[in-house]
């Protein structure tokens, strides 16, 4: 299987909050004759799982191949599948829409604007070293340098690739010359003996790919909370 994820904190968010939070957004119902809302799926003691649901109308126009011109009323649905925890990495989108704009919006509303929705600012050798630490293996198979520093006037953006461990490179390619590690890619097998295929992104965004998912999400939902 693969699939993407995200994490994005709130900040603050207490015992009290979450419980306040997940009342507010069970109360928020996507119903028919409104255009958007939530739906939960299931709720923990620790834990909210649910959809954030919009709806878009538009008017379609067909035309035949004699010019003639038909419209249709159409609805369109969007929805945002995330999972809700008490504590940090606060809020998890498997397979995230490109715009989470919407749905931070209405949190925050439901927040009364007391609380900061964001995405996580560890960077990408923060992510790499950690993930390193507590998987039983990993080997780096790929990483996307930028703002290499050739000279004073100029910068490089290098893409290395290699069947062995890119990063034990690093020091031989690089040197002492600064740098920014924008991406990251890698193999690793958690300590449940978990296999999985990972790419490291910005902001704590991931791809994965593995036979085992939910082990995965696990592992790297620990991984982030011991960051933040």
């Not at 100029?154 to 890119?166: P, Q, Y």
């Amino acid at each position: 299987m693969i699939f993407r994820i995200v994490w994005l904190r709130i900040k603050p968010l207490s015992s009290q909050g979450f419980l306040k939070l997940t009342k507010a957004i069970a109360a928020d119902q996507f119903t028919q004759g409104v255009t958007s809302g939530f739906i939960v799926d299931a709720e923990r003691k620790s834990s909210l799982e649910a959809r954030f649901i919009q709806t878009r109308n538009f008017t379609e126009t067909v035309a035949d191949p004699f010019g003639n011109e038909s419209k249709f009323e159409r609805t369109e649905y969007t929805q945002i599948k995330f999972t809700l925890f008490d504590q940090a990495p606060h809020l998890e989108i498997i397979n995230p829409a490109r715009n989470l704009t919407p749905l931070i919006n209405r949190l925050g509303e439901l927040c009364e604007g007391k609380s900061a929705i964001y995405l996580p600012e560890q960077s990408v050798s923060e992510l790499m070293q950690t993930m390193a630490e507590m998987a039983s293996s990993a080997k780096f198979t790929g990483l996307l340098i930028s703002n290499l520093q050739l000279s004073p006037t100029a910068t490089a953006k290098v893409l290395i690739k290699s069947s062995e461990d890119v990063k034990k490179l690093l020091p031989k390619f690089i040197g002492q010359r600064s740098h920014t590690i924008k991406e990251a890619q890698l193999e690793i097998l958690t300590p449940s003996g978990c296999q999985a295929r990972i790419t490291i992104k910005e902001n704590c965004r991931l791809s994965v790919q593995t036979e085992k998912d939910e082990e995965s999400v696990r592992f790297l939902r620990q991984m982030v909370h011991s960051l933040i």
